[in-house]
């Protein structure tokens, strides 16, 4: 085809809306797949795609309202909880960005927003210092529109304040303001902070205090937003309090209570709740891939501050401690209190007579099963510090005797078991097997599953020689 008859086959599939260019695509698409019109489909698919590509250029080069507001909230990104999360000091709703957001473009600020969209829809799409520019000036205007707002002044607060939303989005409002207000401050500290604090000891400490040792980073709205920055980099984040036990020169907690940074407890023990709060979720609904590394999380923490602080049991953090503690140990009770039942379910050797044609035993039971004996032998490696040493230890020692008399026993059974319930047998003698990797290691599993194959082979050749 010549160059001017592509040209023209150009000009008209532009000219279609585009639901007829992707349905045409589609055609084309499944024509090539077919083997149908090669040489046709691979031309008109060209054209079309180069088409539609422009188009979406074309249609992306405008920026959208939304893209303003991006620019305006990047910088909280640090700070942002997703809904259903609780939150604590030093985190910010994401849920809350958008009424603040339309406050500014309808009562805030309205001027200044639509001229910086005007500024932005103006702009090449490849100039960032420009974007950037424009970002750091509209978040000082949303900044002075904030605190003009919430700061001291004559008139009915309470009235404007209810115009941005409801009492949670107020509450964000402030912490909003104070990030949008000392954004290059938080910044500075973002590149001043180690990637990872690994083991948060003296050294780090003072760099870390030195950091944060800014005016700016020093106000009661500020600080704990500083902190929350500091925490997303510790591998531990419960020791975020032995930078308040620093700033005290004490471990005593009405001396750390007193300073600013007795905020950093009270981060660490919301942690510490949300935490516990996981555990229970993926326990409820049988995830265990995690339980392991949360459990020596809850263990670490929970012992970290009893050891570091000191801590009353009738103060208000000494209280909160010993009730994340209650909700661990009753979370992790009634879950290793159900193992043995489980267990006994699968291997229990019922009568011949008792056990109906066809019957078997349930894979996925016995994997779910076979992780909550890990899960209960994950227990007992933090079983005193979480309050459950007691039922853990009997509980696993329990299990461990169980599953071995019981192994022998069903291994014993397949000699002289009826061709009715062979198969249940075997599957009742192959979930025995994989409790007992469990419980005892492959070298083990491997020397009863050979004693198993022994059994029933035995059984078939006295069979076939009788």
């Known amino acids: 085809m010549s160059q001017t008859s592509i040209e023209r086959l150009r000009e008209y599939l532009a000219q279609l809306p585009p639901q007829s260019q992707a349905l045409l695509m589609r055609e084309f698409e499944r024509a090539l797949e077919r083997g149908q019109d090669t040489a046709v489909a691979t031309l008109v698919l060209e054209q079309l795609r180069k088409i539609v590509r422009k188009t979406e250029v074309e249609e992306a080069a405008p920026p959208r309202t939304d893209d303003l507001s991006r620019l305006l909230f990047q910088v909280l990104e640090p700070f942002l909880v997703e809904p259903g999360v609780p939150i604590r000091v030093g985190q910010i709703r994401r849920s809350s960005l958008h009424p603040i957001w339309q406050w500014l473009g309808r009562d805030g600020a309205p001027d200044k927003v639509n001229e910086f969209e005007t500024a932005l829809s103006r702009m090449p799409g490849d100039n960032a ?14 900044a002075d529109a904030i605190f003009e707002l919430i700061g001291p002044g004559g008139g009915d607060k309470s009235r404007a304040l209810a115009r941005v939303g409801p009492p949670n989005v107020i509450e964000d409002l402030y912490s909003i303001g104070a990030v949008l207000q000392v954004r290059e401050a938080l910044a500075t500290l973002n590149e001043k902070l180690p990637r990872f604090l690994r083991a948060f000891g003296e050294s780090q400490i003072a760099s870390v205090t030195a950091a944060l040792n800014i005016p700016a980073l020093q106000a009661p709205q500020v600080l704990p937003l500083a902190l929350s920055m500091v925490v997303q980099r510790m591998t531990a984040p419960w ?12 471990d005593d907690e009405i001396r750390v209570a007193a300073t600013p940074y007795g905020v950093a407890v009270t981060i660490a023990l919301h942690d510490l709740s949300c935490l516990a709060a996981m555990l229970r979720m993926d326990i409820k609904r049988g995830h ?20 570091e602080l000191d801590l009353r049991n009738d103060s208000a953090w000494g209280k909160q401690l010993t009730s994340i503690r209650a909700d661990i140990s009753n979370a992790l009770q009634s879950e290793i209190d159900s193992v043995p039942g489980r267990v006994r379910r699968i291997l229990r050797q019922r009568a011949e007579k008792d056990i109906p044609p066809g019957a078997r035993i349930d894979t996925t039971e016995v994997e779910e099963t076979a992780a909550l004996i890990d899960f209960v032998a994950t227990c007992r490696n933090f079983a005193s510090e979480l309050a459950i040493n007691e039922v853990t230890l009997r509980t696993y020692s329990d299990l461990q005797q169980y599953v071995e008399r019981s192994t022998e026993s069903l291994v014993q059974s397949l000699r002289a078991a009826d061709h009715k319930v062979r198969t249940y047998r075997q599957q009742q003698v192959q979930a025995a097997i994989r409790f007992c990797e469990v419980l005892f290691g492959d070298d083990y ?9 022994n059994a029933a082979t035995g059984e078939r050749k006295s069979s076939r020689a009788g």
């Open 129 to 142: 210092g420009q974007v950037e520019a424009l970002a750091q000036k509209l978040q000082a205007v949303a």
């Open 288 to 307: 265990f891939d995690n339980v392991a590394d949360n459990l020596k999380a809850l263990h670490d923490g929970v012992r970290g501050l009893r050891t």
């Open 445 to 453: 599993a491997s020397l009863m599953s050979r004693a198993a194959e």
């Open 239 to 250: 020791q975020i309090i032995r930078l308040a036990i620093k700033i005290a020169a004490s």
